[in-house]
């Protein structure tokens, strides 16, 4: 369902210049680290789980994001589906080379058969910033908050640290994650 036309919120504007800022001052050396670090603390989050998630998506990382592009394979090997947003929702991916540039967005996109989001058990969500209380920042179009917003997926926010703050400016429509994942661990997001 579209949401209702809403008018750009200055407040936001002005922490996403600051985030992206923050998230680009990282040396390309400094953010493979961390990435590997983050996706060594997914990993370790996800076997602490009662059971590996059935089917759990993922975003495909632009340049400066989280790159989770290794967790395809191993999960894969474990039995776990793994989708990401493709042109019209989620889709199946089996490698990072099913992918393509998208025309319209900023991220790489998912090639394969289309993946209903009421199958998601786990989504890694990009942002450009967090909140601990589960807020999420993300680039200003929605499409996260849109194809997530009746989702009953259990919903990770994947960041540096740099893009971690106690709390952010939440509209009604900004769908909350549940944890966060940084290179100091996926923690619990306190509630809103």
């Given amino acids: 369902m ?7 919120n200055p407040a936001k504007a002005a922490l996403r210049a600051h985030f992206r800022q923050a998230r680009h001052s990282l040396e390309p050396a400094q953010r493979e680290a961390l990435s590997a670090r983050i996706v060594e603390n997914i990993l370790l989050w996800l076997d602490a789980l009662d059971e590996l998630p059935s ?9 400066l994001e989280v790159n989770l592009d290794v967790l395809i394979e191993p999960l894969q090997a474990r039995g776990v589906r793994i989708a990401a947003p493709g042109a019209e929702g989620f889709a199946q991916v089996s490698t990072s080379s099913t992918c393509a540039p998208s025309t319209s967005q900023s991220w790489r996109q998912a090639q394969g058969e289309e993946v ?3 199958d998601l058990a786990v989504v890694l969500l990009p942002g450009l910033a967090f909140g601990r209380d589960g807020s999420r920042l993300g680039q200003g179009g929605g499409w996260f908050d849109r194809a997530l917003e009746d989702s009953r997926a259990v919903l990770v926010g994947v960041a540096f640290n740099c893009q971690i703050v106690d709390a952010l400016p939440v509209e009604e429509h900004d769908v909350p994650v549940q944890w966060v994942a940084s290179e100091d661990g996926v923690v619990l997001a306190s509630k809103r």
């Fill in 2 to 8: 579209p949401h209702p036309t809403t008018f750009p």
């Fill in 55 to 63: 089917t759990l998506a993922l975003y495909l990382a632009s340049p």
């Fill in 116 to 118: 209903d989001a009421e």
